[in-house]
């Protein structure tokens, strides 16, 4: 509205003189009108009928506890009478007033008659003008049309010797009259129950509301199936199918305590259900979307950021690659995302490579923006000219390569399992002893009952044998820790199979013989002890939160456990602790090799034996070889990792007094101010040795972060940001590949690429998927529609 507010805070005394001065009223009439006066909150100026019902309507009244009045008025006098050209009627009757009808003033006669008060009466919608001595229509006034007598109106009516008889029951037929008449009581009407449109607004607004709350229902119902893994189609979703799948047997449990699904979905009472399988992809698409959007503005925020890229096999037979972004969060903590599945025909450096550009220019990432990228040993990632790593680092040479640490110490392990013989022979057992007795389930069933006779407590221990592979991590541990903590029920099962299985007794024999020998023994318990140190390692690389400077302290602290192993005390250890399980497990003695025969050719004969006394044998030829082995392997191949620059960064995030030359590398490779980088780290270190005693690079990162010192270091905060987002292990991808094995089983083999990529997107970034606004992916499904067709009211 374009008037302006007047407060009105007037003594009672200036109210009546203006009151008087412009009608003329008495002071029992000017007593009532003030009365009215005081109930009006807001008296808009308009003459716009819909501005009218919104100001008499709207939140802009005051309340009426104020002492004083704040009203929208042309001029300081409050004026009623309808001779008055400023005088508007619809606002009056809007505001609470009637036709203006004087009595107690005097009337003054015109062509020898005068208006008459009896008339009010007879004719209620009758007003009296005492500035011009005329009548008026206060209905024709409120609600004029071009159908109007303009007598009644804004000329004024004064001819009073006609008026009872003949003028006035004359406008009473008028079509103005009637009209104006109709559209009072209407306007009436509408202010009690409300209009016909807002009333067709309010249904409109009220299918809306049920429309939206119906597909958030769906949507809440999707993504519970996806973030949980399981499958949301079923084989048949047909009325009488007694299974149609979890995402509608879900619905249909929901609906019991959900009227909207009660409504929608069992009793139909629309006849489109958005269930079918090309709408849940769709909604899956727009869920997945908003996570990738959520992930890309995150990246985005931290300038840089690494890659981590893996691929494996499916149960289709195609080859999927998992990507994953890792970049430092504003609190400077690494983050690892998940990128989503992509569908590749071949593995190949240039193939791989153009995948990943292809996908970082759909999501609006720059590849100049790589500042580390993270793969396995394969030569397709890894290649020096054609791997993928050289490629990216064609185009941006910041993009530094790490061979992921976990891969690294899994080929320390692999190694170490066939290039010592004792070592590759044990496990060799182990992977026979284990597919004899798991192939058939008449021997599981006799290793089963063996346990319970023994009465065998492995505490926490495996119950059951484990098989080997090369591609998971910790196997070998449970292995041998299943091997040595069943011992007496493989012997007793190995035992009984011998002596009644005519078929496959032979076979239980020989594995009898091969591991009831203190040799073998001796090898898984000494095995178990080196791998117990390096699955602790092998568990810690697979973090997504370690930086490099950690794997290389754990790593070296590890590779010195196995040193300090090395000695004489520990193997005497070893020696008297496998002797005690010897004697409880009734195992033979140890003893000396069989001499080796010399061939004919060579002169014959047999070899004579190194070591001839049986401790000082598997000191040197096992104990000793297995250590020497396994040491040297992670040395060697840890420092493949141990990078310069990132040496540099260590050095000045760790040490009190950097090395000059670690501020050069990095001024020259990353283009650092020196001297504020120099001025930065000094300060920095003076203000963390008065709080800490500990010196680390993960603690001062976190006293930069807690404290809010991001602002005062600006160069050093994006060192530490640089620190953070080199990736240092692809186990997230190796993470991702275990929820792919769970959503396309061998049930869901047909399953749809981006379907597939949808719902790994939803499950393994749960937490990100539990944030999702349901009414933007509403939106978007709504604004589809125009293109789609729309089935439901959604806007």
């Not at 999927?320 to 590749?344: C, M, N």
């Not at 090395?659 to 020196?674: L, T, V």
């Amino acid at each position: 509205m374009d008037k302006f507010l007047v407060k009105i805070s007037k003594s009672k005394k200036n109210t009546k003189t203006n009151a008087e001065k412009n009608v003329g009223l008495s002071e029992e009439n000017l007593h009532s009108i003030e009365k009215k006066r005081s109930k009006i909150d807001i008296v808009p100026n308009t003459k716009d009928i819909n501005q009218i019902q919104n100001a008499v309507s709207s939140d802009v009244v005051t309340s009426k506890s104020d002492q004083t009045t704040n009203t929208l008025l042309e001029s300081d006098n409050f004026i009623q009478d309808p001779g008055e050209k400023s005088t508007n009627a619809l606002i009056l009757f809007s505001s609470g007033f009637g036709p203006y009808q004087p009595n107690n003033i005097i009337f003054p006669q015109h062509s020898g008659r005068k208006f008459r008060p009896e008339w009010y009466s007879s004719f209620p919608w009758i007003e009296y003008s005492p500035s011009s001595n005329s009548a008026f229509c206060f209905y024709c006034r409120a609600f004029p049309s071009n159908t109007s007598d303009p007598t009644f109106v804004s000329v004024g009516f004064k001819q009073w010797s006609k008026a009872s008889y003949k003028s006035f029951p004359q406008h009473e037929k008028s079509f103005g009259y009637k009209e104006a008449s109709a559209k009072l009581a209407g306007y009436k009407s509408s202010k009690k129950s409300g209009s016909i449109i807002s009333k067709v607004n309010t249904h409109h607004q009220q299918i809306v509301a049920d429309n939206r709350a119906y597909l958030k229902c769906i949507l809440d119902s999707l993504l519970y199936c996806a973030r949980q893994g399981i499958a949301v189609r079923g084989h048949r979703e047909d009325e009488d199918s007694s299974n149609k799948g979890n995402f509608l047997e879900l619905l249909t449990l929901r609906a019991n305590d959900n009227d909207i699904i009660q409504r929608y979905f069992i009793e139909k009472e629309k006849t489109f259900r958005y269930v079918s399988g090309d709408y849940t992809n769709t909604f899956l698409e727009y869920l997945a979307n908003i996570v990738i959007k959520n992930i890309i503005d995150n990246v985005i925020a931290a300038g840089i950021f690494s890659i981590i890229v893996d691929e494996t096999q499916d149960l289709s037979r195609h080859e999927q690659v998992a990507i994953i972004i890792r970049y430092a969060t504003k609190d400077l903590s690494p983050a690892e995302v998940f990128l989503g599945f992509y569908e590749t025909e071949t593995t190949d450096g240039e193939t791989l490579s153009m995948l990943i550009k292809s996908t970082f220019v759909s999501h609006g990432l720059k590849i100049e923006n790589i500042r580390g990228q993270c793969y396995d040993g394969a030569a397709s990632m890894r290649g020096s000219y054609k791997g993928v790593q050289a490629r990216i680092r064609e185009e941006n040479h910041l993009a530094m390569y790490i061979h992921c640490n976990a891969h690294i110490l899994n080929l320390c392990l692999i190694d170490l399992a066939k290039q010592v013989s004792y070592v590759r022979n044990v496990f060799g057992t182990l992977n026979t002893l284990h597919n004899f007795i798991g192939a058939s389930s008449k021997r599981h069933a006799i290793f089963e009952k063996m346990y319970s006779v023994l009465n065998v407590s492995t505490c926490d221990g495996p119950k059951t044998l484990k098989s080997l592979s090369d591609t998971r991590w910790s196997c070998r541990l449970d292995a041998l820790k299943a091997v040595l903590l069943n011992f007496q029920t493989v012997v007793s099962t190995l035992e009984d199979i011998s002596e009644n299985d005519a078929v496959y007794g032979s076979d239980a024999n020989a594995l009898l013989k091969s591991i009831n020998t203190f040799e073998f023994l001796f090898c898984i318990y000494f095995l178990k002890n080196i791998m117990l140190l390096t699955n602790v390692l092998s568990n810690y690389l697979q973090s997504s939160s370690i930086i490099y400077s950690n794997v290389q302290s754990m790593a070296k602290v590890t590779i010195q456990e196995l040193c300090n192993m090395r000695c004489e005390e520990s193997f005497n250890n070893t020696w008297n602790e496998v002797d005690i399980l010897r004697k409880q497990y009734n195992v033979s003695s140890p003893i000396l090799p069989r001499k080796q025969k010399i061939p004919a050719k060579l002169g014959g004969g047999l070899k004579e034996v190194e070591n001839t006394i049986i401790n000082k044998h598997y000191k040197i030829n096992i104990y000793f070889a297995v250590l020497d082995n396994i040491i040297n392997d992670m040395g060697e191949r840890f420092e493949e990792n141990n990078l310069y620059v990132l040496n540099c960064m260590q050095d000045i995030l760790l040490n009190d007094m950097p090395n000059n030359n670690s501020f050069k590398e990095i001024n020259k490779m990353y283009g650092f101010d020196e001297d504020n980088l120099k001025a930065e780290t000094t300060i920095l270190n003076r203000m963390y040795k008065t709080v800490h005693d500990q010196n680390n690079v993960q603690s001062k990162i976190n006293f930069i972060a807690s404290e809010n010192y991001k602002a005062g270091f600006p160069t050093l905060t994006r060192l530490i940001q640089l620190f953070i987002t080199v990736p240092t292990n692809s186990a997230s991808c190796e993470r991702s590949f275990s929820c792919l094995r769970r959503l396309k089983t061998y049930l869901r083999t047909t399953m749809g690429q981006s379907r597939l990529n949808s719902l790994g997107i939803l499950q393994i970034e749960r937490e990100r998927s539990s944030l999702i606004d349901k009414d933007e992916v509403i939106d978007k499904f709504s604004a589809a529609a125009e293109c789609r067709g729309r089935r439901l009211l959604l806007q």
